[in-house]
């Protein structure tokens, strides 16, 4: 693309498109994305990235994949889209629902699909109140969540998010929503908090607080993702699953980010051998390739929710729930999974990445808190490693690492000063390799500027 192009493009850009979490200050030079080939994305210019974070931890099986746009074009060339109200259905989303089911934990019986992570979550969330409402205990209607979680933008998802930067200037939150937790990133004894363990009596004494006979569930993300990847203690999730059951609440596994291979797993509390009520996921069901989202429930969630007379039924929609091309390719994404053996690709690669970021902050002294699971790792850039102390804010040192990767070849994203990487899980053994390789040249000039 030459530069007056370009330039056209930018301009009509900024004048017209209001992008995610948008503010123009941040969007002088954006690069604009010609293609995908594999891992790598191919911009304007034509160079070329490795996409380290999948995008937005989505395109699971990598960029231009032709049998994905097949399977598209197949489908729409018959029926792109059809109602799927009462009455109505469709075969891809009929046999998707039983694979996700199938793939997902064994207590699961069925999915309610829609478009986005916040979509799963927003139909979790009702679904819980509804749950309880017919089991003749409608006061049960709030919704636990934890410090620096991420849940979605929507008014009641991000009301759920316990990340405060999304809070300003949106009004009151849902008043139902209880990020239990919810504390800014700080230092305590020398050191950051993991948000993904903080005590978790924090979330008891909430319940005590708020009345168990008062909350409909709490939701929890196995490996936190936006807020900076922390994974929870191997502890943890069992001793969350046995709280919610001593007190009659339901369990939201927030899956948008680690389902369907992310982990080394299909789905993450794989890892710690717990089960939930319910399942929200996105992303990498269909690499977004086409936007669909699943909220997948239990067997005693899905029988009480459709267990009532029809004049209660579970009045919640979404215009493209069940989307006929969307299950064609999710269908066909899930098919290459297994195929491929991504899931076992991502948990050998995953190892690999983890010991090169063990590597990395073995040779610099400001590199450290090396953390994921499977292929999502993050790290810390930090004062002085064995101190445990990060840069002041104003240094800037994470932004400066994002900026130095991204000059070099690699695309990922920060949180403060930790850096975050996940993948497409096709990614090579030499691959990886080459994207620490890049980080380490990063880090070294980064390291040398502050």
Known sequence: MDDARYQELVATDRAHWVHPLHHPAAHQAPILVERGEGIYLIGHDGKRYIDGLSALWNVAVGHGRTELAQAAAEQMSRAAFTSNYVGYSNPPAIELAAKVVDLCYPNMQAAFFGNSGSES??????????????????????????????????????????????????????GEAIPAASVEPKLAGGGRIDPANV????????????????????????VQGAGGIHVAADGYFPRLREICDEND?????????????????????????????????????????IPMAAAVWSKDVHETITGTDPGTRFMHAYTNSGHTAAAAVALRNL????????????????????????????????????????????????????????????????????????????????????????????????????????????????????
């Open 121 to 174: 979550n927003e139909t979790n969330f009702k679904a819980a109140r509804y749950y309880w409402s017919v089991k003749g205990r409608p006061e049960k209607t709030k919704i636990i969540s934890r410090a620096e979680a991420y849940h979605g933008n929507t008014l009641a998802a991000m009301s759920m998010t316990g990340m405060k930067i999304y809070y300003p200037n949106f009004g009151p939150r849902v």
């Open 199 to 222: 005590d978790i009596e924090r979330i008891e004494e909430t319940i005590a607080d708020e009345g168990a006979d008062t909350i409909a569930a709490i939701i929890a993300e196995p």
């Open 249 to 289: 609440i339901l369990l939201i596994d927030d899956e948008v980010i680690t389902g369907f291979g992310r982990t080394g797993r299909w789905f993450a509390l794989e890892h710690y051998g717990v089960l939930p009520d319910m399942v929200s996921t996105a992303k990498a069901l269909t690499s977004a390739y």
């Open 335 to 450: 098919q290459i999974f297994e195929d491929e053996g991504l899931v076992e690709n991502a948990a050998a690669r995953g190892a690999q990445l983890r010991a090169g970021l063990e590597t990395l902050a073995a040779n610099h002294a400001n590199v450290g808190n090396v953390r994921g699971l499977g292929f999502m790792q993050g790290f810390d850039l930090l004062q002085d490693a064995d101190g445990n102390t990060p840069f002041p804010m104003e240094a800037g040192a994470g932004m400066k690492l994002l900026e130095e990767a991204t000059q070099r070849g690699l695309i990922a994203r920060i949180r403060l000063d930790s850096y975050l990487l996940a993948p497409p899980l096709i990614t090579t053994e030499q691959q990886v390799d080459d994207l620490l390789t890049i980080l380490d040249d990063s880090v070294r000039a980064v390291v040398a500027g502050l």
